[in-house]
């Protein structure tokens, strides 16, 4: 019989259920700021675009007698599932890791072609397959997400107010090499295949400012995903998912608001696909 608190145990029928059960089991969702809205569109462009690494979000209005106004302010905020299936480090300072990594090891993975030419479970390999990078680093480029790769904001040049900046981290950006690469999660049952969290990015980053480095080392992007760049239909592909999360699409000002930042996501990824075939770059399924 399977023991007590494993993910076969049946629940005991003598007692109510408890939180942790619930969310072991599925039923749970992390409440982020309202200002990470941008998770969500990261959501909808994750699935428009094939690559379906990101957990599910949405914006939903919550009410609740027990919760602290600023959550039902009416103010819709961003829901993401809480996967219970994600492994994260014993290392309380580092459980948003499902492996530690560091941009020097991250750089020689990619050359060694981890799951193509390397065994997967040989160091400097993390068990991450090699496509799975340049998932992360073309959904990343898009969204503008430098937290995961670029801690430091070594790729572009940071306003004052970021945290990189009030940090100190970005005056590091000399031993670069010692930097970690962060928010890198696997799921227990698929350990070859990442999962993406904490997609918020930089909606308004210029493009004269977007970060190159979260596409150094990469040598092939998914086919599937290149395509829908290279189609011209992002925009209505995007919009048309948007919209059948209402409480979001409302909140935002449905296509008169999202539009705008739709259209840059496209041209960031025409000069994306500008990058690929400068450096002659492969596609992949």
């Not at 499902?98 to 941009?103: E, N, Q």
């Not at 940090?167 to 999660?185: F, I, P």
């Not at 909140?251 to 539009?259: D, E, H, V």
Request: proline content about 6%; hydrophobic content about 35%; some cysteine.
């Amino acid at each position: 019989a399977p023991k007590t608190g494993s993910p076969e145990a049946a629940p005991d029928p003598r007692r109510p259920e408890g939180h942790a059960e619930r969310c072991q089991r599925g039923h749970c969702c992390l409440l982020k700021r309202t200002d990470d809205w941008f998770e969500v569109l990261a959501f909808h462009l994750d699935r428009v675009l094939g690559i379906n690494r990101s957990l599910p979000a949405v914006a939903r209005t919550l009410r609740s007698d027990i919760l602290p106004y600023r959550y039902t302010s009416g103010i819709p905020r961003p829901a993401v599932w809480w996967d219970p299936d994600i492994q994260h480090l014993a290392d309380g300072d580092n459980d948003q890791n499902s492996v530690p990594l560091g941009w020097a090891q991250y750089q020689t993975l990619l050359r060694l072609r981890c799951g193509r030419e390397a065994d997967l479970r040989s160091a400097p390999c993390v068990g991450v397959h090699h496509s799975e990078w340049g998932r992360l680093a073309l959904f990343d480029f898009l969204l503008q997400v430098n937290d995961r790769l670029d801690r430091y904001c070594c790729g572009f040049t940071p306003d004052p107010a970021e945290l990189c900046v009030e940090n100190l981290l970005h005056d590091k950006c000399d031993s670069l090499n010692s930097s970690a690469v962060c928010h890198l999660t696997v799921r227990k049952a698929d350990p070859s295949r990442l999962v993406f969290i904490d997609n918020a990015g930089r909606p308004q980053q210029s493009a004269n400012n977007l970060n190159f480095r979260l596409v150094e080392g990469i040598d092939e992007f998914p086919q599937r995903a290149v395509s829908v760049l290279q189609s011209g239909c992002l925009e209505s592909l995007l919009l048309r998912s948007l919209y059948s999360d209402r409480a979001f699409w409302d909140s935002r000002g449905g296509a008169g608001g999202l539009g705008p930042l739709v259209r840059t996501l496209e041209h960031r990824g025409k000069i994306l696909l500008q990058h690929i075939g400068d450096m002659k770059l492969q596609l992949k399924r």
